[in-house]
């Protein structure tokens, strides 16, 4: 399976993002969609889209996306929430989902920073895909896209824009 994830669009979803998430056949979404369920549909119009809701996000769409996801996808346990914290540092509620679940991939938003680890404590990787958006202050917009293949992350790329 070939995916797309960004985070922290806040309603920006602009074509350099589109033209580097072409290939993919599925967009996840670690929340702060920005722009209402209408701007959510605008993406799922593009690729399927799989997402959490954000703490920035309304009601719309808190009612279409969960807070967190759960997936089994190509051998491999997949855990999603928006404001998760990062390797040692994790949120209080992320850390009980963490421990719930045991992912093999961690997956969060809500920071505006890129980073992609392994966590050794968990032995799960950890992704945080930046923010996409323009909102925050952060200075590239980030983007990624990997390949899920029996078990294993592959092939992981990196797009960033200049805000």
């Known amino acids: ?10 309603g920006v979803f602009s074509e350099p993002f589109r033209k580097f998430l072409e290939p993919v056949e599925v967009i996840w979404h670690a929340g702060d969609f920005g722009g209402g369920l209408s701007f959510a549909d605008s993406i799922a119009a593009f690729k399927p889209l799989v997402g959490v809701c954000g703490n920035c996000d309304g009601q719309d769409i808190r009612r279409e996306y969960p807070a967190h996801q759960y997936l089994e996808v190509q051998g491999l346990k997949v855990l999603m929430t928006h404001i998760g914290g990062s390797p040692g540092h994790y949120d209080l509620r992320a850390q009980a989902l963490i421990e719930r679940y045991r992912p093999d991939v961690f997956i969060c938003g809500h920071s505006h ?7 050794r404590r968990y032995d799960f990787l950890y992704i945080n895909p930046g923010a996409a958006g323009v909102q925050g202050w952060q200075v590239v917009r980030t983007a990624l896209r990997f390949k899920l293949e029996s078990g294993q992350v592959r092939e992981m790329e990196v797009f960033e824009l200049p805000r």
């Open 1 to 10: 399976m070939y995916v797309g994830l960004i985070s922290d669009t806040h």
């Open 113 to 119: 920073i890129l980073k992609v680890m392994q966590d």
